[in-house]
């Protein structure tokens, strides 16, 4: 522009008084943008990753640990499980000294993939704080791996609830929140997780709880399943008052029950249990027709033709669920009937189930917060 005589010679360098002032206009750039337009959690991504950097280059501690807190704040669920993933793949190379990682959490994600043998649950008591290891857990053959298998996101929050109801499946899983609310509990508000094992699959979980493990609140719902004699077929479907012989499973973890874990069982299924009192059936019946309208007026005819309770919820156990063919799907009907009674139907909860949830909602208990810790690097 200025041509040969006038040019002036550029050249870049630093001048002492003019550090500061070069370093204040030094920006990091993430994708191309400034980082702070970058989101938080990534954030504390690269401040984790930069801290980790320096500990593996440190030549002169003899111990090198990093201790994260939380890191799921502010990271999206996916991106929780892939850094909990790296964090436990992390192995010391040439020239890089090895990291002792501990990771505080509050994270059902982390919960759920960390290994079983990398968990630490600090309990509050009231009287202090307990520590609880599930690897110092021993399970039954098989028990242990199908605990793992299962601890899915939803059913990992068992590690950082206050107290805990089991139940066997979908339909109780719909029903039991409203059930709670009509005697008077709502269960989120008094810490309660609501689990479902998804069958019979207590025995994998309940190793986890009692005076010898996580000391909180609870409750298994569970079917009484009794078995019928030859020559008393009705003892299948027994009347409010009867006594019944529970199945074997249900009889197995009742002698497991202490302070803290208690079984709770009604005299066949929910269904059933639900179908021996009179508001009950005429709400489940409106549930019923809102899903299968001709086979709701076939069950509602039988159950007007029956002479008492127990004969009744009979008509309209087996009516839904022991057809010849395409019985309703309780999870399907669980649901409905759910939204009939939260749209104000009139309920009678049986008392196995106010019982339990009772128990779970029981005042002076704490929660635990669990603790990830993945293998020494």
Not at 128 to 156: C, H, M, N, Q, S
Not at 175 to 180: E, F, R, W
Not at 332 to 359: E, K, M, W
Request: net charge negative; glycine share 6%.
């Amino acid at each position: 522009m200025l041509g040969p005589q006038l040019a002036q010679a550029l050249e870049l360098g630093l001048i002492g008084s003019d550090v500061q002032r070069l370093a204040s206009r030094l920006s990091l750039l993430v994708d191309s943008f400034d980082i702070e337009q970058n989101g938080l959690g990534f954030n504390n991504l690269i401040f984790m990753a930069v801290v980790l950097s320096e500990l593996t280059k440190n030549s002169d501690a003899s111990f090198r640990s990093l201790i994260i807190e939380e890191p799921e704040a502010h990271l999206h669920p996916q991106l929780q499980a892939v850094l909990l993933c790296y964090l436990e793949s992390i192995k010391a190379v040439d020239g890089e000294k090895p990291v002792q990682l501990f990771v505080t959490s509050h994270s059902p994600n982390f919960a759920s993939i960390a290994q079983l043998d990398s968990l630490a649950c600090l309990v509050d008591t009231g009287a202090g704080v307990e520590i609880f290891f599930p690897r110092a857990i021993t399970f039954g053959k098989g028990k242990r791996e199908k605990l793992e298998r299962y601890l899915d996101v939803t059913r990992a929050e068992l590690f950082f609830a206050r107290r805990v109801i089991f139940v066997e499946g979908a339909a109780e899983l719909m029903l039991v929140s409203v059930l709670a609310e009509k005697v008077g509990y709502k269960l989120r508000e008094h810490g309660v997780s609501l689990i479902s094992v998804e069958g019979l699959n207590f025995d994998s979980f309940l190793p986890l709880f009692g005076a010898n493990a996580l000391k909180i609140p609870v409750a298994i719902i569970t079917d009484a399943d009794p078995a019928a004699e030859d020559e008393a077929p009705q003892a299948q479907y027994p009347a409010i008052g009867d006594s019944v012989q529970v199945s074997a499973n249900t009889a197995k973890m009742k002698k497991s029950e202490d302070d803290f874990v208690k079984v709770f069982h009604g005299l066949k299924t929910l269904e059933y249990d639900l179908a021996l009192h009179a508001d009950n059936r005429v709400a489940m019946l409106m549930a019923l027709k809102e899903l299968h309208p001709k086979i709701a007026e076939t069950v509602a005819a039988a159950v007007e033709a029956a002479q008492d309770d127990a004969a009744k919820a009979r008509a309209l156990f087996s009516g839904m669920f022991e057809r010849p063919q395409n019985n309703v799907q309780k999870g399907r009907f669980g649901q409905t009937l759910a939204q009939v009674f939260a749209d104000g139907a009139a309920c009678a909860v049986p008392d196995y189930i106010s019982n339990a949830i009772v128990h779970a909602c029981q005042a002076g208990t704490n929660a635990p917060t669990a603790t990830v810790a993945p293998a020494e690097q």
